[in-house]
């Protein structure tokens, strides 16, 4: 059995959900469908999810609603009749929708939440019904009813374990579709509580996981997972096979393809997965698989760089002997909740790279003046303007001289690297550099080792 998730953009239109129905009749084992909300017909258009932000603010503000909620019902109407449905079968989307702001909600997060979640959750409501109409034996499953719990904030939860025990429980019948909606799950008190944006993927891992399928499709718009980020290299290669440590490390870095918390379920489950183009879906696309037994094409897999961190550079004499150093600095991020991505250090010195993210200038100021009065250090310095390149590929364990290759390509080009650091995996390198030589450091290693 396989599971099959459909992401927005490839369920903007009929047209679009037309082309995905025709994927999932092709093949019998295309059993259990997860589907996004409704997404972008085109650049200017906008995802039928932040029309459902724009109706929570507009309800939490009081304001009139009206003309959004017919909007966004439009979205659905539109699909529905490409179809055939009429406006009496379309009716319950719409009540759904008129009913969201009476719903009990524990506090506004919550009631973020549930309106998001409604993207997804009317249109898995939608396929199923147009399944039924064309006389496809299917059934819409919602969350609530198959036990997919989650904890943690509402608007970026994690599922609980006890999810795959109910999962387990589900009896899907040999000749039936079943249509579950992506994104969100159901909090141990009843709330709805979203994945983070883009979890529609998290759904897909977490049923092909609790289903046992033996693989996870995910449908979207490109062919695949490709070797750059298109806007920095020209027609870059799209990866044939790679392995979950390996798109961990570039989802982390700036892959959005796939999101990376899905890799979790489909790892624990060990689920091959295979990222597709839903307008090509004869391309093969690209596979990620288990570390075991694979054996790579490339040198590399991918380089990737992401330009929005920062760095706080300390030097001291005599660090590498002072105990407690890092946890005193360490503290002081805790206590302002902070997170730090990475710590490089030397003998005298020690950088620390934070996400942007999660910084203000406040917080900046704040956490620097305290760091300056704990810890004493010879120079502090605060660098703005932080890139990370990373290079990532099973194929370098094995082939020497890779660091060299890259540093060689970074020189031809001028760039020198504030940062380096290889991971004890041997599967990536990272390269810190200045903001504005980042697209050029990863065109060249790009160009270096795929040319
Ligand atoms: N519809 C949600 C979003 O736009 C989730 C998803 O598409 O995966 O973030």
Redesign the pocket.
Known sequence: MKVVKF??SSLASGQSVEQALNIILNDPERQVIVV??P?KRNNADT?V?DLLIKYAEQVLKHEETDAIVKQIFARYQEIGYFFGLNDEKLQIIQNILLALPNQNYPDNNYLMAAFKAH??RLNARLIALILQHENIKSRFLDPVDAGLIVTGEPNDALVNPESYLNLDQIKIDPNEKIIFP??FGITPSGNIATFS?????ITGAILARGFHANIYENFTDVNGIFAANPNIVMHPISIKKMTYREMRELSYAGFSVFHDEALIPAIQGQIPINVKNTQEPDNPGTMIVPEKNFSPDNTITGVTSQKHFSALYLHKYLLNKEAGFTLRILQILYKHNIPYEHMPSGIDDITIIFNNDFLNDQLIDQICNEIQATINPDQLEWIDDYAIIMVVGEGMKKTPGVSRQILDSLASQGITPRMINQGASQISIMIGTKKEKADKAVKIIYQDFFN
């Open positions: 992401g927005g996004s909300a997404g995802k999810t993207g997804e992506g994104f944006r883009g979890g529609s993927d």
